[in-house]
């Protein structure tokens, strides 16, 4: 990423980029505990990095102001924070951009695993599933999703409908 974001700097194109991860929107610390502790028995939710993870009202809020080119603060997180769990970086050490001496940012670069990622419908996801558990008791799978319940897999599929706002 750090060559896609030194060529746009460079010449020819000189522009001014800023890259934004997925990661940097993550939940405070205090919600995702909050959201573990609502979903006990789903082992998706019990850390970050699934859909539902993610402060999509920041990110949201985060790129409407780049886009108008209005002062914004880009966040940060820091997942050393609370011994591995990770926790947003207070606001007041985020970069800010678009400020009234700085050149407009033109480019953001946004990356993250599951960024353009689109939830299956019901019906492809049960049939997914299905698929993965059939293998599992064969004997012969390595993935994850056959080792979790239906249930659990649907709340982040479900979740993960939320993150169009990011990407459309």
């Not at 207070?90 to 689109?118: A, M, Y």
Request: charged fraction near 25%; glycine fraction near 6%; include cysteine.
């Amino acid at each position: 990423m750090s060559t896609l974001q030194d060529t746009l700097r460079s010449e020819p194109y000189s522009l001014t980029v800023v890259t934004l991860s997925l990661d940097d929107i993550y939940l405070t610390h205090a919600d995702q505990v909050a959201l573990a502790q609502a979903h006990p028995t789903n082992p998706l939710l019990q850390h970050r990095g699934q859909p539902s993870t993610h402060d999509l009202a920041l990110g949201e809020q985060v790129f409407a102001s780049l886009a108008a080119e209005k002062l914004t603060a880009i966040p940060q997180y820091d997942k050393s924070a609370f011994s591995g769990q990770g926790d947003r970086v207070p606001q007041s050490q985020w970069e800010v951009v678009n400020g009234e001496c700085q050149t407009k940012v033109k480019v953001v670069i946004f990356e993250g695993w599951c960024v353009g990622f689109r939830a299956w419908d019901d019906q492809t996801l049960r049939a997914k599933w299905e698929d993965a558990v059939r293998q599992r008791e064969s004997g012969d799978y390595q993935g994850r999703l056959g080792h979790v319940k239906f249930e659990d897999v649907k709340t982040v599929n479900d979740a993960l409908n939320q993150y169009d706002v990011l990407t459309e």
